[in-house]
């Protein structure tokens, strides 16, 4: 049953300002707590229904093992309904300790990373985050003002991904600027060079902007490689959705690693 | 003034019902709105705050000339929130007919179209569109499982582009196994072959499945040609989200056709 207690604490997390007071946060959906638990996240608590903790005993008994100090609490779907940040709740509902990121700019080299600059769409985080674990990309590096990783609409959308890559908030310009003459920034622009003929590098950085407004002026001088994703010579549209050309950007690298 | 009977059918095509009741949509977001200004579709009326009708009086004489029934109704910020559709609602709301879409297959001849089974995600449709406007390709082919069209979210979410794409909503088994001689039909499938080493057509129709499910059963013995994005060897990744695998398949096509 749950506390009143508990229901006011796992409510509080539903806002950015007590997750990072309290330093947790909540997932929900099957997919997304199956996924969590199988991660090295630290899992606090479990809200589910019976018909939930019947399904997944076993891989609660294997955490229980890792982790002795896990609470499960049986719950009610309606009680759920009370918790959940979802418009349509799940079956089960995980409060998790939120890890400690360190950004160390030795694990990025040789690699390709992603770098968001003020992406704000909690679904545009989640989707990338998807992509780059697809992709084998393991570390996002967001500029401060983009949307918190740990927002229950972004770790929601990331169907699991969010425990298999790195995220880490810094100050973008300084990170850039440090950074520029170790790696290549590769930025989607609009006079950039098509991705259809440009040879893309075997590493480096891949600088997306915000929904509306792209990558700031203060960060395109920093881009040392300009791409861009062709569009139909006679096509009216203005742009692709981050995400999607995200997508394309890191499906392109990938045929590089892989040739 | 918005009248009580103006804001009650407004609020009514909130539902897809009364949309195909009455055979109206609403469009929200300036970036849409203007858009819809500039195309073909026939606007009823326009309700909006001031500023915005002073800001697009050159449009709007245009669209006048056009449409000398076109209503333009102005309402204050707070008339706007009671009939939006959207949590944040912008300076104007546009209320147009929805085009009768008469699917002819000779027109899908000697082009790349999207072929969408069950897609149900308004976002997912939306960012569809967008993708498909982008890349040159003007009709997409819904199964009468799939979102509506004109539901609020899917129009704010295509930017735009719903007004230059053709979408029709058809028994899709029929469909496809009328078609299935006369253009190759490409999904995307697990045991599909490597995005990177295949060669695609010049022409074909691109198959996507539902956000959890895939392609139905039904459907995956139609599949002339499998394909696969591929990921990245070590990754666990289960899938990529629909409009990014779509984004990724349609720019391949771009590239096939700018050869």
């Known amino acids: ?34 996924e969590l638990l199988e991660s090295s996240y630290n899992v606090e608590s479990i809200f589910a229904t019976k018909e939930w903790f019947d399904k997944n005993a076993a891989g609660l008994t294997k955490l229980q093992k890792r982790n002795t100090a896990l609470k499960r609490i049986e719950v009610t779907f309606d009680e759920l309904k009370t918790i959940s940040a979802l418009t349509t709740p799940n079956q089960a509902l ?41 992709f084998g990309i393991q570390h996002i590096i967001c500029s401060s003002s983009s949307v918190e990783v740990y927002n229950p609409k972004v770790v929601q959308s990331t169907m699991g991904s969010l425990f298999r890559v790195q995220v880490y908030y810094v100050d973008l310009p300084e990170f850039l600027n440090k950074i520029k003459t170790k790696l290549p920034i590769i930025g989607a622009v ?12 075997k590493a480096g950085l891949i600088l997306l902007g915000n929904e509306s407004k792209g990558i700031s002026k203060e960060l395109l001088p920093l881009v040392s490689q300009k791409i861009l994703i062709p569009k139909f010579p006679e096509s009216h549209a203005e742009s692709l959705n981050v995400a999607v050309a995200a997508g394309i950007i890191c499906s392109e690298t990938l045929r590089v690693r892989l040739k």
Do not use: C
């Open 1 to 34: 049953m749950l506390s009143k207690n508990q229901a006011k604490f796992i409510q509080s997390l539903h806002h950015k300002k007590f997750r990072l007071e309290s330093g947790y946060f909540i997932a929900e959906g099957e997919k997304v707590v199956e």
């Open 94 to 134: 995980a409060v998790a300790k939120i890890p400690v990121q360190v950004l160390d700019e030795a694990n990025l080299m040789g690699r390709f990373s992603l770098v968001l600059d003020e992406v704000k769409v909690p679904g545009n985080l989640g989707t990338l985050i998807r992509i780059a674990d697809w």
């Open 190 to 201: 609009l006079d950039g060079d098509s991705l259809y003929k440009t040879s893309l590098p």
